[in-house]
């Protein structure tokens, strides 16, 4: 039998909005949907950046590859497709529940 690779977890991640070294905004997005991480983490930054009022950046490889590795990463302007008006917007998972 396949086992489904969704789980009842509940993902908390931590956003942060950073200009001159100085946090602007911060919002902390849980998701308890029945769903893969993967789904939860892009949805989540989807709801912080609404709540922020950004525009959802894209996914470089290098933001891939440091979240894997730390369950962290900064979108700096580069992943935006409209202008923004701080440095880098940081994500950390802060909590998963297996």
């Known amino acids: ?49 609404a709540d922020m009022d950004l525009p959802v950046p894209v996914w470089l490889e290098v933001n891939i590859s440091d979240f894997k590795r730390n369950a962290k990463c900064r979108f700096y302007q580069d992943s935006f497709l409209e202008p923004v008006e701080f440095d880098f917007l940081e994500m950390q998972v802060i909590e998963e529940d297996y």
């Open 1 to 49: 039998m396949k086992r489904s690779r969704k789980a009842d977890t509940t993902v908390r991640i931590w956003f942060r909005q950073f200009k001159e070294n100085r946090m602007l905004r911060d919002v902390t997005v849980s998701d308890h949907e029945d769903d893969t991480r993967t789904h939860k983490v892009v949805r989540s930054l989807e709801h912080a950046c």
